[in-house]
């Protein structure tokens, strides 16, 4: 089959690419001398996990308990769900432990112990829990100078239900980074703190054999690891224009794109109206900050290879509307309606989550395979 007979909007996975961004990744983490927890957040998909765990220890990392699930489901044990606890979740982690998974919680608060400790106890259980720090101020966790670190790590200790396993930091705020050489300054920042804190809770007499940290900025750039014990990262996995933005990958490692059909011309306004709206692109305009402003997507021939200025500037439910940036007349012909082009996102993670299925091309149109995506909690 070919990608020119599917419905569009529909979406595409390139798989050389995915083996090559995840080849370079392992070759990193190799030289680094650690192990990588791939984050499954981003492909939702058990056949990409299975090749970034190739040669890895065989943990992975997830963001809903449905990811959690899925996998395990799959044959995959050791779990970290790094998004802080919630009470209402630990039934439904509870009778996965009980499975047989080995699920290891994060928190930053005494409440989350407290209620962590009791559900385990029920259960009769200790469930494994890491310290999430902040390194960076993005989100959540605790600080370096907090002494939350030790009274957190204390309780965890003491209590029955609960087993302290370590710590876990991500820098988030790499993101925002505006040169590679920010980027490498943050991914040091990240392994200082974690490491920091290791030594401050076992200088207390309080176990800490897990030093988690990671993204996918700093997981490319990061120089040296040492006293970490793995680094998380998803998105490297597939890429996107926010990576390609802030020069961690190139336009060309992009695997995942969106296949759509030009519906309409508005020739006065400049426009190519295509089916690829913003429930087929997402809303994330995470270039909308960077210094080049990508709109919702760059548009690619239905080969995938990106067409210069052309972008999707506009989106509604259903429709997306592109034009050419540097406001060039658009070559009308070679946008017949009827005729499709690919979109590559700004944010591979929300682009996926629109869809249930990948359609799987070669570096051709020819689609070779189709593997399944979950989406929700
Ligand atoms: C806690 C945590 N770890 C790791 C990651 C993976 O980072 P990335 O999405 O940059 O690959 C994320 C991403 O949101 C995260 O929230």
Not at 68 to 93: C, M, N, T, W
Not at 100 to 111: F, H, K, P, R, W
Not at 329 to 340: K, L, N, Q, T
Request: proline share 2%; with cysteine.
């Amino acid at each position: 089959m070919d990608l020119l007979t599917l419905e569009t909007p529909s979406l595409v996975l390139d798989i050389s690419k995915i083996k090559r961004n995840i080849t370079h990744i392992h070759k990193r983490m190799e030289k680094l001398g650690i192990n990588l927890r791939p984050h499954g957040k981003t492909a939702k998909n058990i056949d990409v996990i299975k090749i970034a765990l190739d040669g890895q220890a065989g943990g992975i990392t997830v963001s809903t308990l449905k990811e959690a699930e899925y996998y395990f489901s799959h044959g995959i044990i050791d779990i970290v769900y790094a998004v802080g606890i919630a009470p209402v979740k630990l039934d439904r982690i509870a009778g996965l432990i009980k499975k047989g998974a080995n699920i290891t919680l994060i928190l930053d608060s005494i409440e989350q112990v407290k209620f962590v400790a009791a559900k385990g106890q029920q259960y009769d259980l200790n469930i494994p829990v890491l310290i999430e720090l902040d390194c960076d101020g993005h989100r959540s966790g605790v600080t370096l100078d907090d002494s939350l670190l030790l009274d957190i790590g204390h309780m965890l200790n003491r209590e029955k239900g609960v087993m302290m396993s370590g710590v876990l930091t991500h820098a988030g705020e790499s993101y925002q980074c505006k040169s590679v050489e920010e980027i490498r300054v943050l991914a040091k920042i990240e392994r200082d703190m974690a490491v920091k804190c290791s030594e401050i809770l076992r200088q207390n007499g309080l176990p800490c054999p897990i030093v988690s940290v990671g993204s996918t900025p700093t997981a490319n750039f990061a120089e040296d690891l040492t006293g970490v014990t793995e680094v998380r990262a998803g998105v490297f996995m597939f890429y996107d224009l926010v990576m390609a933005g802030l020069g961690v990958c190139d336009k060309s490692d992009i695997a995942i794109s969106v296949l759509t059909s030009i519906i309409g011309h508005q020739k006065r306004k400049g426009w190519v109206i295509t089916d690829a709206g913003w429930m087929a692109l997402s809303r994330d305009r995470g270039t909308a900050s960077q210094k080049v402003d990508q709109g919702s997507g760059l548009v690619c021939n239905v080969e995938g290879d990106p067409l210069n200025d052309l972008i999707v500037s506009s989106t509604n439910q259903e429709h997306g509307i592109i034009s050419d940036r540097s406001k060039k007349e658009i070559a009308w012909e070679s946008f017949g309606i009827g005729s499709m082009v690919r979109i590559l996102p700004n944010h591979a993670c929300a682009t996926g989550a629109m869809y249930d299925r990948y359609y799987i091309t070669d570096g051709s149109t020819e689609i070779i395979d189709v593997w399944h995506r979950i989406n929700g909690w």
